[in-house]
């Protein structure tokens, strides 16, 4: 029961992070005074590692950045597997998200830069000159649709009539 | 030449139009409304079950389908009410799919009572109830549920009300408005009173999965009433199906077999697309399903705590996506009170008088609606409250 409250916090915080106190005791049916302890205590333990906003960049009238996702084929290090060239990679601020993949590459590597031309920089100076690197394959994405789970210009209206019995 | 209203049938020129209609006709006119006046889930049909309805129009399923239903779907229903509410019905001849559980309720109604039969009605309750029984030639016969049993029908009530013209007792728990989940004890104390009187029991379930707190029990399940009650249910309220319109019943062979001849009639069978897509909802939809529930349980969660902190003071109802909180701390009507809360905070609400006379002094809120509009909606009513 215990760990189930913490779930639905968790649940709650990762579709609002900015949730009043309020609203969140209220909803899990806790006091106050409980729920700050157990977002500490998550915070405490890194079950929750920050709190950021989903943006939509391409509201932002200016702003023109690209992202790409790089397929990487890679060597093994003894001892290490794939978790030390992980970790050089992951170490560029300019890198999103790295996953170690099962199937026909080993290293998905997700990098938002300002222009193409950044990227390409990227890829051919920074990752493919990496020691263990033996391949790359670079997609540019034109259009985000959904991400994290959230749907990128959704039609919300409510269909349903005012009142009903 | 006489006026055209005076050629109506005296049944239908007596029907009073639903207390809802006046409500839904005001807050129209308004732009900028939080409306907790809506008594349907405020979720989309889960995707694959909207898929499952495409992809059956593609294959070119569009003709009618056997009158009871596609057997496929009456299959699936008897598994699903066998392994969630642990009721036992034959497919082939026990379970009728209908437009929704409110051609459901008017077939139950129309296959078993009489010009003059008495249906004992459990107040408040759903605003259709009494005239489809006064449809039917039927008279209803309101039996108030009380704010102090919370809601619940009390055995004790039920027999007072019964006399030896009473035929039928229509019930519905988990219940819309109140959100009043009946306990076990009371559905015995309330099937040996049927059983006793030889009445008939149709049970509307329609909010039985969206039940949050101990565990819920069947009417129909009570193994004295199997052969005295019809349960209706259907999919739009469990999984955000309403506008499908599908629903059904399921009871005694004779009962079922007597209703298909009215419904074979009248309506041929429900719409082919929606029960593909119900076929879909009963195999693959109960994660979706189960989500939503999730949802509001913490979203009735949310809005009982801040009604009674708001001084509206409101019991933590079981189950449906209801509260009823009582308005009668403000000394206002029902009705003046959700008239002006819509006049002046833009929030609708439904006064609690037309579900039935003990709903007096009460409004319904759904909370079918995200937790931010529910949040906003409680600083609008708060900000009421203080000028009031």
């Avoid at chain 1, 989903?54 to 790409?68: F, H, M, P, Q, R």
């Avoid at chain 2, 006064?134 to 009390?154: K, M, T, W, Y």
């Avoid at chain 2, 949802?295 to 933590?316: A, M, P, T």
């Amino acid at each position: 029961m215990v760990e189930q409250l913490d779930i639905d916090l968790l649940d709650l915080l990762e579709k609002n992070g900015r949730m009043s106190l309020d609203m969140i005791a209220k909803t899990l049916d806790i006091s106050e005074d409980e729920a700050s302890q157990r977002i500490k205590k998550l915070e405490q333990k890194n079950a929750i590692l920050g709190y950021s906003a989903i943006a939509n960049w391409s509201k932002v009238l200016d702003y023109e950045g690209v992202t790409a996702m790089i397929d990487v084929k890679v060597t093994p290090t003894r001892g290490a597997g794939f978790d030390k060239i992980a970790e050089r990679i992951y170490r560029f601020p300019e890198v999103k998200a790295v996953y170690l993949m099962s199937g026909a590459y080993d290293l998905s590597v997700s990098i938002q830069g300002k222009t193409m031309s950044d990227i390409g920089r990227f890829v051919s100076e920074k990752l493919s000159t990496l020691e263990s690197v033996i391949s790359t394959t670079t997609h540019f994405i034109l259009k985000k649709y959904k991400h994290d789970g959230v749907i990128f210009d959704p039609d919300d209206d409510d269909k349903r009539i005012v009142v009903s019995p | 030449m006489r006026t055209s209203l005076s050629y109506l049938s005296k049944k239908v020129a007596e029907l009073q139009p639903s207390g809802i209609r006046r409500f839904f006709d005001l807050a129209s006119t308004m732009e900028d409304v939080i409306s907790l006046g809506v008594g349907e889930p405020d979720f989309v049909t889960p995707w694959n079950v909207i898929e499952a309805s495409y992809h059956s129009l593609e294959k070119g399923y569009t003709a009618y389908t056997a009158n009871a239903g596609m057997i496929e779907l009456r299959r699936l229903i008897e598994e699903y009410l066998a392994e969630q509410f642990n009721v036992r019905y034959n497919a082939e001849d026990q379970i009728l799919v209908t437009v929704g559980a409110s051609q459901a309720i008017d077939l139950s109604i129309r296959a078993l009572i009489d010009p003059g039969d008495e249906v004992i009605i459990a107040e408040p309750c759903f605003v259709a109830y009494a005239p489809i029984v006064s449809l039917a030639g039927g008279i209803p016969v309101p039996v108030d549920a009380h704010a102090e049993n919370a809601f619940r029908l009390q055995p004790e009530q039920l027999e007072a009300a019964v006399t030896n013209r009473t035929k039928a007792v229509l019930i519905c728990s988990p219940n819309n408005p109140t959100g009043a989940v009946l306990r076990t004890e009371e559905l015995i104390g309330i099937a040996a009173v049927v059983e006793n009187h030889d009445l008939i029991v149709i049970s509307d379930e329609i909010y039985a999965e969206l039940t949050y707190d101990e565990g819920y029990t069947s009417l129909a399940s009570l193994e004295q009433l199997k052969e005295r009650t019809l349960l209706v249910s259907g999919f739009s309220k469990a999984f955000a199906m309403t506008g499908w319109r599908l629903g059904y019943v399921a009871g005694p062979s004779e009962w079922i077999q007597a209703m298909l001849k009215i419904h074979q009639y009248t309506m041929m069978c429900a719409s082919t697309m929606a029960q593909h897509g119900a076929i879909e909802a009963l195999k693959n939809g109960r994660e979706s399903m189960l989500a939503m529930k999730k949802s509001y349980k913490q979203r009735r969660n949310f809005i009982v705590n801040s009604l009674n902190d708001l001084g509206l003071e409101c019991h933590r109802p079981g189950g449906a996506f209801y509260v009823f909180p009582s308005v009668k701390s403000t000394g206002l009507t029902s009705e003046a009170f959700a008239e002006k809360l819509l006049q002046e905070e833009h929030v609708a609400v439904v006064p609690g008088h037309v579900f039935g006379k003990s709903g007096e002094g009460y409004i319904r809120c759904s909370y079918a609606t995200s937790l931010k509009q529910l949040d906003e909606a409680i600083k609008r009513i708060q900000r009421f409250l203080q000028r009031l």
